[in-house]
């Protein structure tokens, strides 16, 4: 293997750091007199006195509270006057006293190498200081409170803490706003603890400004739009304070059940590849005002990709956050494709001179192998076989967990049952983990560290702890944060979910939306033609008991099968009216089905079309238990509609549990033998999928005469489905992954020329689901319409037909099988 991923690392964070990377929300020329730099050696270097001489610098507070040190051709600097820090002058530049010693380490200087920083910092954390700070798990969910002494961000912090996710950044301005002052407290606090290590904080992909992603985004099939995407969200986050993107998720989708697909780009390997290293990138790299990159930088945001690696091949498409789904499988041996999207594409980055993904994120199952060349039967967090398989391909860089490994009977857990939470972390630290996800019991690290010292040595120990936090620090030093780790609220205004961003937004959406079928009606729209008139029927919604009583349930009732009021942006609107409700239960009113007063078939006589948006149906596989919570059955995943019996499902799983089964052994015992569980859900009945919604286009289908029926298909719970139940009542079928009503509506009245692509193959039915491989991509026999198309992978419609362009000869070419970045795989 190569080592140019590393190298190209070490290239693009010198440029980064010698830029000075760090000035609110944006970013300054290479630094002058680099080669004046100080000797490693020199250090620590006592200042002159502060504002003596020729000083080349200039401080101003700024609107928000924190004060602004703009070095001339260097680094700008930002710290609260709140928190005690003092600024220190060598040669007339300032630097901030970030461990308060009175002199400048090599850490705290800016004009150096970003990894050489690092390392200095790391050498002189003890390991005490080092374990509370592996750890990703502080913020809660509040992320817009105060932070006061009594509550728990403060205490974690105060601990060593510096790591969290938010899940509050606003979908609205004001939001992300507020997130940004919320932000600046934050690093505040963590400014006044000692070394003056600032926070990291953490989202998932989470649609900002409806900008595409995931599934939308993969259906453009347009890597220099994921490119540009990725630059938008990185500028968005980064103003409300944001550096580090638990994403993207490019597990390979060759389960078409997955219950977890819709977070990922797909199941071709070059089409998840090419999309995820032009996301990375966009997101990654900081750009000049003329679109320059400088690698990493102030608008950069940190990606950690995820899972690695393999969960794409969950065994029956479960979640692999819960017990039932624990396990990847690959009875055709294609481990291998399911690494194509990390080692050629987010480690071999093209667009972007940081080189390769800044992080990876363990998965949670075990990988799965009779012979267990594919590991031990630990779950991804504890896998040494992964670990060594990242450092063999050339990677050795940050790694989270994903959140909930650490505790008893937690998803990802498997092959530690029974062990103490700090037996986990201290395994995880041994083999590589730089932080916990989602864990902030600092106590357990200190305990874990003791655990380590008598393992290993303490010597040792020490080495391994400083060298996962030297990867912590030189991250963040990388994203400029321990410069200026404060936010610019009037800049955030400026940039958060503008108008301007949201049409961004919609265009990315719009790119992504698939015209399956067209009877000709969906066409260029005529200038000046008036609105036609539309019917949208309600739907009626059936009660949903939730499985948890502190969640409650929701009550069944009535609504629009899509936003009237958008609707009417794009078309006149006919529709039903809700009665009152005639159902009673608890002494309560409750809606029933009866409780709809249809429009009348005088009013849809004047109607051009009949318009239904759906759902896509989604049964995860899922158990049967006794009392004792025991597994009496295996239920089948289902993508159809209506209840689905697994009759030609296969009669014995993968992959399962070792049990020990007790034989009697005549009058004086029992013998034993293991057996492995067999997780088979043949002959087993999966229940109806989002039913209402088919009933409500059959019912369209009665009433429809001689108006074209138009099916809005969602396809974002699921990647793929079976079309069967639904085509054959539809006259045009638009589709989108997360695409948004605006979008299928601005589509379907001709204001935009359709362009998307299927990311998935859609399956003839289930039989066809049931037959494929649960490790293999493309390989599932597709539906075909009436109309003689083919619901393959890249197909797609526009205005003149099939759509046959760049795209799809590139991606409808064989899938890929093999890493071109992992020559060792086949040394072995």
């Keep these: 293997m190569k080592t140019m991923t590393r190298r190209t690392f070490l ?88 461990n308060r010693d009175g002199k400048l380490d090599l850490f705290e200087d800016w004009r150096q190498p970003a990894e050489e920083r690092a390392k200095d910092l790391a050498s002189k954390m003890s390991g005490e200081e080092v374990a509370p700070y592996l750890t990703h798990g502080g913020w809660g969910s509040f992320t817009t409170s105060r932070i006061t002494e009594d509550n728990s961000v403060y205490g974690y912090v105060v601990a060593g803490g510096r790591g969290g996710v938010t899940r509050q950044a606003g979908s609205d301005t004001k939001g992300n706003v507020d997130h940004a002052k919320w932000s600046n407290l934050l690093q505040e606090l963590c400014e006044k603890q000692m070394y003056g290590i600032p926070a990291v904080v953490s989202i998932d992909p989470n649609g900002q400004s409806g900008i595409a992603q995931c599934l939308s985004l993969a259906a453009s099939m347009d890597p220099e739009l994921a490119f540009e995407v990725g630059k938008e969200y990185s500028k968005q986050y980064r103003a409300m304070g944001i550096s580090m993107l638990l994403g993207p998720q490019i597990d390979l989708m060759t389960s078409p059940v997955m219950d977890r697909g819709n977070g990922t780009y797909g199941e071709d390997p070059a089409l998840v590849r090419d999309i995820a290293e032009a996301f990375v990138s966009g ?7 003329e679109g320059n990159d400088l690698g990493w930088g102030a608008q950069s945001v940190v990606c950690d990709m995820k899972h690695f690696a393999g969960a794409g091949a969950a065994e029956g498409g479960r979640d692999d956050h819960r017990a039932t789904g624990k396990y990847d499988v690959f009875p055709n041996n294609n481990f291998e494709a399911h690494l194509i999207a990390f080692f050629d594409g987010a480690f071999n980055l093209k667009h972007s001179i940081t080189g390769a993904a800044g992080g990876i994120m363990t998965n949670y199952a075990v990988s799965y192998s009779d012979d267990y060349s594919l590991g031990e039967y630990f779950g991804g967090a504890y896998s040494e076989y992964k670990y060594e398989l990242l450092k063999k391909g050339g990677w050795n860089g940050y790694i989270i967990s994903d959140w909930g490994v650490y505790g008893e009977g937690g998803g990802g857990s ?71 780790p404060y936010c610019s609220l009037s800049y955030a205004e400026q940039v958060c979910c503008t108008e301007e961003s949201r049409a961004f937004g919609l265009k990315t959406r719009l790119a992504s939306v698939v015209m399956l079928k067209n009877n000709g009606l969906v066409k260029k729209a005529e200038e000046g033609a008036e609105k036609k008139t539309v019917y949208v029927p309600y739907r009626f919604n059936a009660k949903v008991v939730s499985a948890y009583a502190s969640s409650g349930n929701t009550p069944a009732s009535w609504s629009p099968s899509m936003d009237l009021e958008t609707v009417g942006k794009f078309f006149n609107v006919v529709t039903d009216t809700v009665g009152e409700p005639s159902g009673e239960e608890e002494g309560e009113k409750v809606y029933t089905e009866k409780d709809i007063v249809r429009a009348s078939a005088e009013d849809i006589a004047k109607c051009d079309m009949i318009l239904v948006a759906m759902n896509a149906p989604h049964t995860a596989s899922n158990t049967v238990t006794d009392e004792e919570g025991y597994i009496e059955a295996w239920l ?30 005549g009058y004086y015992g029992y013998t034993t033998r293991e057996e492995v569980e067999n997780r088979s859900y043949k002959g087993e009945t999966a229940a109806a999928s989002n039913l209402g919604h088919l009933q409500t286009l059959e019912y369209c289908k009665e009433i429809a005469g001689d108006k074209p029926v138009v099916v809005l298909m969602n396809q974002n719970g699921s990647g793929s489905m079976c079309w069967g139940e639904v085509e054959p009542l539809a006259d045009v ?83 890929l099988t093999k890493c071109e970045n992992l020559e060792f795989f086949y040394a072995e």
């Design 733 to 815: 079928i638009l589709t989108g992954y997360a695409a948004g009503d605006d979008a299928l509506l601005t589509v379907l009245a001709g204001q935009c020329e359709p362009k998307g692509l299927l990311v998935c193959q859609m399956p003839k039915d289930m039989d066809a689901v049931e037959a494929s491989a649960d490790d293999l991509p493309r390989d599932m026999e597709c539906y075909v319409d009436a109309a003689g198309n083919t619901y393959d992978f890249a197909f797609g419609l526009d205005w003149a037909g099939v759509i046959d362009d760049e795209r799809t000869k590139t991606y409808k070419a064989e899938p």
């Design 11 to 98: 290239k693009a964070s010198a440029i980064a750091t010698a830029a000075g990377m760090a000035m609110a929300n944006g970013v300054l020329p290479v630094f002058a007199e680099e080669a004046a730099l100080p000797a490693l050696d020199a250090y620590p270097i006592t200042p002159e006195e502060f504002g003596s001489g020729e000083v080349k610098y200039k401080v101003e507070e700024t609107e928000d509270g924190w004060v602004k040190v703009i070095n001339e051709g260097g680094a700008t600097l930002g710290y609260s006057k709140k928190s005690g820090l003092q600024l220190i002058q060598v040669n007339g530049y300032a630097f901030k006293d970030l």
């Design 414 to 484: 498997w092959g530690t049952e029974g062990w103490e939470p700090s037996e986990r972390l201290a395994r995880t630290y041994e083999l590589g983990m730089c932080q916990a996800g989602g864990y902030s019991n600092t106590d357990e690290t200190l305990k874990a560290w003791e655990l380590m010292k008598s393992d290993m040595g303490e010597e040792k120990a020490l080495e391994t702890m400083r060298d996962r936090a030297c990867k912590n620090i030189l991250m963040t030093l990388r994203l400029g944060l321990f410069e200026n």
């Design 283 to 289: 997101m990654q790299s900081t750009f000049d005002e």
């Design 636 to 665: 089948p995943p289902s993508i159809q509609y209506n209840e689905y019996t697994a009759v030609n499902a296969k009669a014995t799983s993968v992959a399962g549990d070792i049990e020990v089964i007790q034989i009697p052994d």
